[in-house]
T-cell receptor
Framework: DQQVKQNSPSLSVQEGRISILNCDYT??????FLWYKKYPAEGPTFLIS?????DKNEDGRFTVFLNKSAKHLSLHIVPSQPGDSAVYFC?????????????FGEGTQLTVNP | SQTIHQWPATLVQPVGSPLSLECTVE??????LYWYRQAAGRGLQLLFY??????ISSEVPQNLSASRPQDRQFILSSKKLLLSDSGFYLC?????????FGSGTRLTVV
């Protein structure tokens, strides 16, 4: 049972344009969502998160939107840069403690073309 | 500061050989620790997690095992590797605001 799904395995955009990565979840108990970025042969690194009490969180070029009724979140990158090319993982958890386990999506490979 | 170390970075092992991957964390005590695998073209699959010394939970049946002999040490092992064990293995610890991942081990079973 895949509780967090990223239906697009890959996305290609031009430098300077917007990248939109999507994520859907099925478990209504999830109340904390994160995005991780992963380069080849490296561990994922935390990018941005959002709590279910908010519908938007912004950090520089990165904005995460949460639509609780649709159980959908998205990551917007504006403007996209070639260095943003990586695999992006969406993750969700119930609560936010050291014991909270993350459930990951399958990842989306973003390629930003110069 | 809190850091996580994982080694080796790459490993090529023949089928049927044993495996031992080690992960240690610094700057924290009693962390929740995790082993993930990313197979080629796939997402992150949780293999094992541990909430304390000697406490291991397995998420999927497989050819691998995990142990936590010390509070900040987490080991992934196999007695006999299979070709299907090839992948990118990641150790992580829970920080209360998500996970911090190690740098990963690329395992190729030949």
């Amino acid at each position: 049972d895949q509780q967090v799904k990223q239906n697009s395995p890959s996305l290609s955009v031009q430098e300077g344009r917007i990248s939109i990565l999507n994520c859907d979840y099925t478990n209504s108990m999830f109340d904390y969502f994160l995005w991780y970025k992963k380069y080849p042969a490296e561990g994922p690194t935390f990018l941005i998160s959002i709590s279910s009490i908010k519908d938007k969180n912004e950090d520089g070029r990165f904005t995460v939107f949460l639509n609780k009724s649709a159980k959908h979140l998205s990551l917007h990158i504006v403007p996209s840069q070639p260095g943003d090319s990586a695999v992006y993982f969406c993750a969700a958890s119930v609560g936010l403690t050291s014991g909270s386990r993350l459930t990951f999506g399958e990842g989306t490979q973003l390629t930003v073309n110069p | 500061s809190q850091t996580i170390h994982q080694w080796p970075a790459t490993l090529v092992q023949p089928v049927g050989s044993p495996l031992s991957l080690e992960c240690t964390v610094e700057g924290t005590s009693n962390p929740n620790l995790y082993w993930y695998r990313q197979a080629a073209g796939r997402g992150l699959q949780l293999l094992f997690y541990s909430v304390g010394i000697g406490q291991i939970s397995s998420e999927v049946p497989q050819n691998l095992s995990a142990s936590r002999p010390q509070d900040r040490q987490f080991i992934l092992s196999s007695k006999k590797l299979l070709l299907s064990d090839s992948g990118f293995y990641l150790c992580a610890w829970s920080t209360g605001g998500g996970y911090t991942f190690g740098s990963g081990t690329r395992l190729t079973v030949v």
